[in-house]
Structures are given as C-alpha cells and as structure tokens.
C-alpha cells in the first residue's frame, strides 16, 4: 500500500472551473485518478471534463462519496476552502494555493487539527504515487514506479530530482511536496513516520530549505525513529540571510535556519547529506 | 514586509529617573513586550522580557511566553499569567492588561508577523509608556491591508527588485555576477547554491534571481530576463528552467524575444529540462542568438556560468 492514498480513493476538485483547476482535472483524469466532481460555488449544476460540478463540498460528498479533495482556488478563498472540506468529512485536502495570509493558516491549522482531516500544504505541488495516483500538479513524466520515497518544501526542486532518479532507474514508492509555507498541514516528520512503515518504501530522500527548524526535528526522528536509510539535500547555503527567497517560509532569522546548521544536524542524525542534487543519486546507490 | 522602527530618543540616564533632567516620572521598569507568529508551534506566542538598566537590545533578562490559539483568541487569564510571572505590580497590572490586548488586537487587525514595543517604559506613576516599537507586516496578507500597502517604503527595495515587483514577477539581489531564471524557489536556491559551489574560490556567485511561473506567457519571460540584465552586476546569464507545468518551448520564446529587444551583451548559459524540452532547444537554436551556451544538467550550466564570468573578467569586457 502506498502512503497517505488507499484504494477508494476518491477525489473532489475545489475550484475545479478555474484556469488550473480544469486544466489539473484533465491532467489528473488522463493518469487515472478517480476525480469524481469539483465544487465551485455557483456554478452547481453545470458540467466541466465530463464531471458534475457542485455548489458546496457538502453536495459534491453527498452525491458522490468522494473522501479527497484537491484545493486549486485563490489565496483569499483557500484557508474557507479547507474548512469547508473539513467540516464536510474530507480525510485528505491537498491544498496546492500560494499565497495564503500567515494568519489564516494558523487559524486553519488549529481547525484541522482538532477533526479527523489531513491536510497537505498549502502551496505544495501535492502527491504523485507513480503508475496509481496523481493528486496535485506534479508532472507525471518525472516519475517512474519503484521503492524511494521522496519529501520536499519545494516543488520544481522535487522535480529535477526525481527525473534525475528515474532516469537511472531509481523509481519511487510515493512523491509528496509538502509545500513551501511557514505554517503547514504536514511536515517532514509525519511523512517520515509514513515511510517507515510503508514496506514498499526502501530509502528515503528528503529535500529541506532555509528557513524554519522542520529539518532539526526531522533530524531527531531520523536519528530515533527510522530505521530507512535517508538521503538528504538541503538548498539555500548561498541565499542571504533576512531575505525571504521566493518561498514564505524560506527565510534565516536565527542559525538554525541555515542550510549548513541543517546539514549538520542530519549528517550527525545518521542521514547522507548530499552537496549537489546530482550527489544525492551517487548516495543512494552507495 | 517592514516598516521602519520608530525610537523616540531617551537620555542615557532616563531609565533611573535622574532628579537633574526636567523628566518629571522616575522609570520603574523598562520592558520589551511583543506578539509575533511561532511558525514551529503553529500558533501566535505573546512575549515579554525585562531590559537591563539603560542598555538596549541584547541585554534581555529572563523572556516570558504565552501561546494564543488564535482560532480560539487572547483571553485575560494568559496576560495575567504573565504579568504575574514578571510580578508587574498591582497598581499597573490594569494597564498591562489594556495594553497587550491592544497589543494582540493590532497583531491581527494588521496581519502582523510580529509586532513590537521596545522599549515600553513602567513609570513611578503606575503609567505605561510605549517609547519604541517596530511592525512587520505579512506580504501574502498586503491585498487586504490597501491601507499598510500603501505604505510601503519602495526607495529601500533594488531596481530590479522594484521593477519585478511591478511586472508581477520575483526578483531578489545578491552581491555576485551571475543573472540566474529559474522557476521554482527550491530550483533557484539550488541553482545559486551550484554557482557559488562552482565559483566561491574565485569570488564569484549570483547576482539575482528572477522567479518565473508556470503560467507566464513569452512576454512575461522576456520581461524576467529584461530585469535581470538591467542589473549591472551581472556578467553572465543563467536560465535554468524545470518544465513539468511550465513549458520549454514557451520559455524559448520568451528568450528569443527578449533577446531580440535587449541584445544582451553578457554570455548566455540555457538549461532547459522536462516538457517540450527538445522542441525549446530547436527554437533557440534556430534563432541563433550571439553568444548562448547549452547545458543538459543544472551543474553544468552552473559550471558555464561560472567560466564565462571568469572570461569576461579576465578580458574587462566593458558593459
């Protein structure tokens, strides 16, 4: 079993006649994933890639038993988003928007944690489990099926890394972008805890950033916790510091926010650090 | 998003209250109280420290912290509990309260990040007094705050960090030579990380990074690269592209045009990967742009970036 989907996974699209929501609903529906409608207030009723659309989350469950659901509507309407699909009984939300006020993920994060939802993200490229499901915007032609597990804040340098993998025939079990935020639904070491129980994962790849301490406490899991085999790579050695780097939560206020701090404390956790992305392949197959 | 502080100028010897000067309170206590966002907890920490004696910041005592659910709000007991533990006296207990409720109001009226009274003064008259005090205010939140976004101070943002920001684009400056365009921030911090790897014994690193996205259209690229070669820093163009949502071919477009516009007078280094990469490279080479380099892996054109700079240092080229 793969992590975080289960057979029956069933999938809404919050935003789903928006430019990205319809052109991802296609993307998704082409990979196989069981889309069973989208929910855009409003427009109930209508009908958009051959999928009923729905006013509320709460009609697109009940009509469908859809039990998943992707988030692909704007920063000002996502955090109600999430709450919509929590209170509607949602088990996973991916929510992929940029953007979201510090504030309101805060506010979020505390209502999703006292239910029984997960959320992934915001702002994340979402999940792909290669040959299964495709659950967000990460492109199917980087991945290839196998047994490494792969994390990451970023999303394009999850790509370039995964491509690189799968073109030396290192496929991967389950691909998670957890997204770029300071403040988040899930973090590494949740994700890391899903590894190690998942038999199809063997290694596990971890891609951290500047900015935060996620990657020391992800550290002490490693270093307690897992008995996988990590490869990490941490990116931002050379970006200044005070100065947020594309991310929001890509920032170094304090020295444990740096990438060599990072490197250090998983390096010392037992986990390979890779200086390059390229050394991350030569890591794995030593 | 900072604005700057404001200090109102106190005498060194303001803080015992020196009979000589004309200050009519003695100060009691001086304190440093703010609400900021504990990304780690996932929730606001409402915090307060002790300052020593006349000296300013890093001369903190003992902090005292409280969590505040916001989904849940600031309720009295937590001010208590901290104005308790810091054995605020009774007579000033009730203004203490006044203030960090105001204090919490402001933190999220405003969208703050943080928000700060350094130094806040206790006087002998069991007054508070707010003498110095920071905001910072969180960017993502800026489209509902119209009144704070007009107040942006722009003069203390780069050119080109101004012009990105004017043409909805990201563009952050560094102090090396290289121009980098990437999409994704992960990919650029990656890609500067390489240049510097490549380039640190020789002094060499990024200049900028323009941040582009999936959606953008050829002239939106063009207008990245426009911006950061109007940085005279730089010596050397980077643009390393992922495509996974984000097309090559689109981006090639946007490269030939804004090469036809500009004519960029530094060496161009291309790295384009992922979807519709092989049709990009036939653009770009159709075009037959003076002085562009192609990479297949990112350390590679890294490595590239770095020789041209060394190249056209090495012969002054004058820009």
Not at chain 1, 92 to 116: H, K
Not at chain 2, 77 to 97: C, G, K, P, W
């Given at each position: 079993m793969p992590i975080l989907v289960r057979d029956g996974t069933r999938v809404l699209i919050q935003g789903i006649t928006g430019r990205q929501g319809s052109f991802h609903t296609r993307l998704m529906l082409d990979y196989g994933t069981d889309v069973a409608g989208g929910v855009s207030p409003g427009k109930g009723g209508d009908w958009i890639e051959g999928l009923p659309i729905f006013?509320?989350?709460?009609?697109?469950?009940?009509?469908?038993?859809?039990?998943?659901?992707?988030?692909?509507?704007?920063?000002?309407?996502?955090?109600?988003?999430?709450?919509?699909?929590?209170?509607?009984?949602?088990?996973?939300?991916?929510?992929?928007?940029?953007?979201?006020?510090?504030?309101?993920?805060?506010?979020?994060?505390?209502?999703?944690?006292?239910?029984?939802?997960?959320?992934?993200?915001?702002?994340?490229?979402?999940?792909?489990?290669?040959?299964?499901?495709?659950?967000?915007?990460?492109?199917?032609?980087?991945?290839?099926?196998?047994?490494?597990?792969?994390?990451?804040?970023?999303?394009?340098?999850?790509?370039?890394?995964?491509?690189?993998?799968?073109?030396?025939?290192?496929?991967?079990?389950?691909?998670?972008?957890?997204?770029?935020?300071p403040v988040k639904g899930t973090g590494f070491i949740e994700i890391l805890e899903m590894f190690e129980n998942d038999l199809e994962t063997e290694k596990v790849v971890l891609l951290g950033e500047i900015g935060g301490t996620e990657e020391l406490e992800a550290a002490e899991y490693i270093q307690h916790g897992m008995t996988r085999p990590v490869i990490a790579f941490i990116a931002g050695e050379s970006a200044p510091s005070g100065r947020r780097i594309g991310h929001a939560g890509a920032i170094v206020e304090q020295e444990q926010h740096t990438a060599r701090y990072k490197r250090a404390a998983l390096e010392t956790a037992g986990a390979a650090v890779a200086r390059t992305p390229a050394e991350i392949i030569d890591l794995i197959d030593s | 998003m900072w604005f700057r502080q404001f200090r109102i100028p106190i005498p060194e010897d303001f803080a015992t209250g020196d009979p000589e000067h004309s200050y009519q309170f003695p100060v009691l206590h001086r304190l440093q109280v703010a609400i900021q966002t504990d990304r780690n907890a996932r929730c606001a920490v409402m915090w307060a420290a002790f300052l020593a004696g006349a000296e300013d910041a890093g001369t903190q005592r003992t902090s005292y912290r409280m969590s505040i659910n916001t989904l849940r709000g600031l309720h009295p007991y937590q001010i208590n509990t901290i104005a308790s533990e810091m054995d605020i006296l009774r007579d000033h207990r009730e203004a203490f309260v006044d203030l960090m409720r105001k204090l919490y109001r402001c933190y999220i009226d405003s969208d703050a990040e943080r928000v700060e009274i350094h130094p806040l003064l206790i006087t002998g008259h069991g007054q508070l007094l707010a003498a110095g005090g920071s905001l910072v205010i969180d960017e993502n939140a800026l489209y509902r705050q119209p009144e704070l976004a007009a107040r942006r101070d722009l003069t203390q943002e780069a050119t080109p960090e101004r012009l990105a920001r004017e043409a909805g684009l990201l563009c952050i400056t560094m102090p090396g030579q290289v121009g980098c365009l990437v999409n994704g921030a992960g990919l650029a911090m990656t890609t500067m990380d390489l240049i510097q790897h490549y380039g640190q014994e020789a002094g060499i690193g990024a200049a900028n990074f323009v941040e582009i996205d999936s959606s953008d259209s050829p002239e939106q690229i063009a207008a990245a690269l426009r911006i950061s070669l109007s940085d005279l820093q730089v010596r050397a163009m980077l643009v390393n592209i992922f495509g996974g949502i984000t097309r090559c071919d689109d981006v090639a477009a946007g490269i030939v045009l804004a090469c036809r516009e500009v004519a960029p007078t530094v060496p161009l280094i291309i790295r384009l990967q992922g979807t519709n990469a092989a049709e990009a490279r036939r653009i770009l080479e159709a075009a037959h742009l003076p002085d562009a380099t192609f990479a297949d892996t990112l350390g590679e054109a890294a490595r590239l970036a770095v020789l041209a700079v060394k190249r056209t240092n090495d012969y002054a080229h004058p820009r």
């Amino acid at each position: 079993m793969p992590i975080l989907v289960r057979d029956g996974t069933r999938v809404l699209i919050q935003g789903i006649t928006g430019r990205q929501g319809s052109f991802h609903t296609r993307l998704m529906l082409d990979y196989g994933t069981d889309v069973a409608g989208g929910v855009s207030p409003g427009k109930g009723g209508d009908w958009i890639e051959g999928l009923p659309i729905f006013d509320t989350v709460f009609q697109a469950v009940n009509a469908t038993g859809a039990n998943t659901s992707l988030i692909l509507v704007p920063a000002a309407h996502a955090p109600d988003a999430i709450i919509e699909a929590v209170d509607a009984g949602i088990e996973l939300i991916v929510c992929i928007t940029e953007g979201i006020p510090v504030q309101d993920m805060l506010r979020v994060y505390q209502y999703v944690r006292a239910s029984g939802s997960r959320l992934i993200g915001p702002n994340c490229p979402g999940i792909l489990i290669p040959g299964h499901i495709k659950l967000g915007i990460i492109p199917a032609m980087i991945a290839r099926r196998g047994h490494i597990g792969v994390v990451s804040r970023s999303g394009t340098l999850m790509y370039e890394v995964c491509f690189a993998l799968s073109a030396r025939h290192l496929g991967q079990s389950t691909i998670v972008g957890i997204g770029g935020d300071p403040v988040k639904g899930t973090g590494f070491i949740e994700i890391l805890e899903m590894f190690e129980n998942d038999l199809e994962t063997e290694k596990v790849v971890l891609l951290g950033e500047i900015g935060g301490t996620e990657e020391l406490e992800a550290a002490e899991y490693i270093q307690h916790g897992m008995t996988r085999p990590v490869i990490a790579f941490i990116a931002g050695e050379s970006a200044p510091s005070g100065r947020r780097i594309g991310h929001a939560g890509a920032i170094v206020e304090q020295e444990q926010h740096t990438a060599r701090y990072k490197r250090a404390a998983l390096e010392t956790a037992g986990a390979a650090v890779a200086r390059t992305p390229a050394e991350i392949i030569d890591l794995i197959d030593s | 998003m900072w604005f700057r502080q404001f200090r109102i100028p106190i005498p060194e010897d303001f803080a015992t209250g020196d009979p000589e000067h004309s200050y009519q309170f003695p100060v009691l206590h001086r304190l440093q109280v703010a609400i900021q966002t504990d990304r780690n907890a996932r929730c606001a920490v409402m915090w307060a420290a002790f300052l020593a004696g006349a000296e300013d910041a890093g001369t903190q005592r003992t902090s005292y912290r409280m969590s505040i659910n916001t989904l849940r709000g600031l309720h009295p007991y937590q001010i208590n509990t901290i104005a308790s533990e810091m054995d605020i006296l009774r007579d000033h207990r009730e203004a203490f309260v006044d203030l960090m409720r105001k204090l919490y109001r402001c933190y999220i009226d405003s969208d703050a990040e943080r928000v700060e009274i350094h130094p806040l003064l206790i006087t002998g008259h069991g007054q508070l007094l707010a003498a110095g005090g920071s905001l910072v205010i969180d960017e993502n939140a800026l489209y509902r705050q119209p009144e704070l976004a007009a107040r942006r101070d722009l003069t203390q943002e780069a050119t080109p960090e101004r012009l990105a920001r004017e043409a909805g684009l990201l563009c952050i400056t560094m102090p090396g030579q290289v121009g980098c365009l990437v999409n994704g921030a992960g990919l650029a911090m990656t890609t500067m990380d390489l240049i510097q790897h490549y380039g640190q014994e020789a002094g060499i690193g990024a200049a900028n990074f323009v941040e582009i996205d999936s959606s953008d259209s050829p002239e939106q690229i063009a207008a990245a690269l426009r911006i950061s070669l109007s940085d005279l820093q730089v010596r050397a163009m980077l643009v390393n592209i992922f495509g996974g949502i984000t097309r090559c071919d689109d981006v090639a477009a946007g490269i030939v045009l804004a090469c036809r516009e500009v004519a960029p007078t530094v060496p161009l280094i291309i790295r384009l990967q992922g979807t519709n990469a092989a049709e990009a490279r036939r653009i770009l080479e159709a075009a037959h742009l003076p002085d562009a380099t192609f990479a297949d892996t990112l350390g590679e054109a890294a490595r590239l970036a770095v020789l041209a700079v060394k190249r056209t240092n090495d012969y002054a080229h004058p820009r």
